[in-house]
């Protein structure tokens, strides 16, 4: 164990995978690292849960390969997975499995997620219609943070059907928008096609064609086109992955990192007419996504006139009435109705749509039940680029990964807002038609 330790600390500190190997030589765990020396080094250091210190046990040689960036070491990772089916790399979380990313037999392919699960459920027909699978990827988060890179550099599509017109990805220039037949068909095939090349692990392939064809082009005089595939190489050649360190780093950290943006986040809001009809929503974003199995609503009963903060304090007591006690020692003493049918997980963050009072509230009610969540809130301006994100002053960090990940609670916002108006509106139509 000594000499294998010595040979670890000769790691260098930069992105790759390492191949832990058994006694025989059998691939037994595969992992990445934006720091392969740090990240083995930790196994040896510091006790870990059963199933690592049962793999600690059967370790006698690691092997490494560098890559030039993260991004790289995930899609090396994946392929060796699939590759050596290392029997440690079996993980079962929230009965969910791993991430495949999946490209469509269409004459624009789209490019999506698909769990493992879910591509066992699909019926023959439906295999059909997937060209190309990639996987297995052990972090949802750091996938879709590497996605989000590829996307700029190579846009495709991820809508189930042509949309009647752009939509907002075309804007943010993350698909050439084939529906409006905005991009050439041959262009779009090559996006398609330097994306497989990608997950295939071929990204110098794909900077030899990219060099090939700018060639090509200037000796055309077509500058406009040059300068296109000039800036896709450079991108290729200077992948920014700070989104995908940043989520490797929370995930290496697990149960020690104190706030995690992709782990489980929360979003509340209240919604009401003069105290009537009011509602409460949660919804819930897991690796930065909706989560719609988890939303729940909440028919406000115990304040009849327009009071936001104290409807916010009874839709979090009421909440947490669904709390493990293993997470949460004793169960709110409230005046709500504890009709408990379901355990939901304690959220790694909760945000909600209002100011201090809204903040507070939520506060008092954690604070009364001696939980620790961070909250945050998203206080309206007049406009969108106005929204101000509202955390306490003794909380520097929430402030930080706030200020990173706005675009994510935005959305956790915009949903939550959206779940509590359409349950309002449900409710005041039910009673006018009781009238």
């Known amino acids: 164990m ?23 030589g059998q691939v037994i765990y595969v ?35 560098t890559t030039p960036t993260v991004i790289e070491a995930l899609v090396l990772e994946a392929n060796l997975i699939k590759k050596y089916s290392p029997k440690y790399n079996v993980k079962e979380k ?12 269409e004459k624009f392919p789209k490019i999506f997620l698909i769990r493992g699960l879910e591509i066992k459920r699909l019926t023959p027909n439906d295999k059909k219609q997937i060209a190309r699978l990639f996987g297995p990827y052990t972090s949802a988060a750091s996938l879709r943070a ?18 009647k017109r752009p939509c907002l990805q075309y804007h943010l220039k993350r698909c050439g928008a084939p529906c409006a037949g905005l991009v050439p068909g041959p262009d779009y095939r090559k996006n398609t096609k330097n994306l497989i090349l990608f997950f295939e692990g071929k990204k110098e392939k794909i900077l030899k ?15 406009e086109l040059a300068a296109k595939l000039r800036n896709k190489i450079f991108s290729l050649e200077h992948i920014q992955d700070v989104a995908v360190i940043k989520t490797e780093n929370s995930r290496d950290q697990g149960d020690r990192a104190s706030i995690n943006i992709f782990g489980r986040i929360e979003g509340y809001d209240i919604s009401n007419i003069s105290g009537t009809s009011a509602t409460g929503s949660m919804v819930v974003f897991t690796d930065g996504k909706p989560n719609k199995n988890e939303y729940r609503k909440f028919k406000i009963k115990t304040v009849s ?39 939901w997980p304690l959220p790694n963050l909760i945000l909600v749509d209002g100011g201090w009072g809204q903040i507070n509230a939520v506060k008092e009610i954690l604070s009364g039940q001696k939980i620790k969540i961070p909250v945050l809130g998203i206080a309206k301006g007049f406009d969108r680029k106005q929204d101000r994100l509202l955390y306490g002053e003794e909380n520097p960090e929430l402030g930080r990964l706030a200020g990173q990940n706005k675009d994510i609670l935005l959305q956790v916002r ?12 449900i409710l005041r139509k039910k009673k006018l038609l009781n009238k």
């Open 2 to 24: 000594e000499k294998l330790k010595e040979k670890i600390k000769k790691f260098p500190k930069t992105p790759g995978v390492y191949l832990m190997k058994s006694a025989a």
């Open 414 to 425: 915009d949903e939550a807002h959206r779940f509590a108006i359409g349950y309002h509106k």
């Open 305 to 343: 006139t327009p009071n936001d903060v104290a409807m916010m304090k009874e839709i979090i007591a009421r909440r947490l009435t669904h709390s493990s006690k293993k997470n949460n020692q004793s169960l709110p003493v409230t005046r709500y109705p504890l009709h408990v049918t379901k355990i």
């Open 146 to 163: 590497a996605l989000d890179i590829l996307r700029k550099i190579f846009p495709y599509r991820d809508c189930q059907a042509f949309p």
């Open 94 to 105: 929230d009965d969910k499995s791993f991430l495949y990313v999946a490209v469509s037999q």
């Open 209 to 223: 064609n990219l060099k090939k064809e700018m060639d090509a082009a200037s000796r055309k005089e077509n500058f």
């Open 31 to 65: 992992g990445k690292a934006t720091s392969l020396r740090d990240r083995v080094t930790s196994y040896f250091s510091h006790p870990h849960e059963r199933r690592l210190e049962n793999l600690v046990k059967e370790i006698y040689d690691v092997e490494h390969q």
